[in-house]
């Protein structure tokens, strides 16, 4: 049973931040790829940020140099900082295994972030 739980979403103003967790478990977290995700209203869900088993990261234009994934092996959890945020950040935001074939989500968090 794979399970992952995000948190850390809310209101914020334009140019603040928040700091998103997941927490997961049923999976060797310590030797899987992990992102974060996000969908905004209408729009396809998108990948973000990525971190590999060992901590090589990669990001989506959108958000480079304003959001840091990392990770934390013995607690089996990942992070999105997210820094000087923007209202085309609103979305709900999710987290998963990286390359799985057949994905399931969770219920993500929801980041609104208002002009």
């Known amino acids: 049973q794979v399970q992952l739980v995000e948190s850390g979403g809310g209101l914020v103003q334009a140019g603040g931040s928040l700091r998103l967790s997941c927490a997961a478990s049923?999976?060797?977290?310590?030797?899987?790829?992990m992102g974060w995700f996000r969908q905004a209203p209408g729009k396809e869900r998108e990948l973000v940020a990525s971190?590999?088993?060992?901590?090589?990261?990669n990001y989506a234009d959108s958000v480079k140099g304003r959001f840091t994934i990392s990770r934390d092996n013995p607690k089996k959890t990942v992070y999105l900082q997210m820094n000087r945020l923007k209202p085309d950040d609103t979305a709900v935001y999710y987290c998963?295994?990286?390359?799985?074939?057949?994905?399931?989500w969770g219920q993500g968090t929801q980041v609104t972030v208002s002009s």
């Open positions: 971190i590999t088993s060992v901590g090589s990261t």
């Open positions: 998963n295994r990286i390359g799985s074939p057949l994905p399931s």
């Open positions: 049923g999976i060797t977290f310590s030797i899987t790829a």
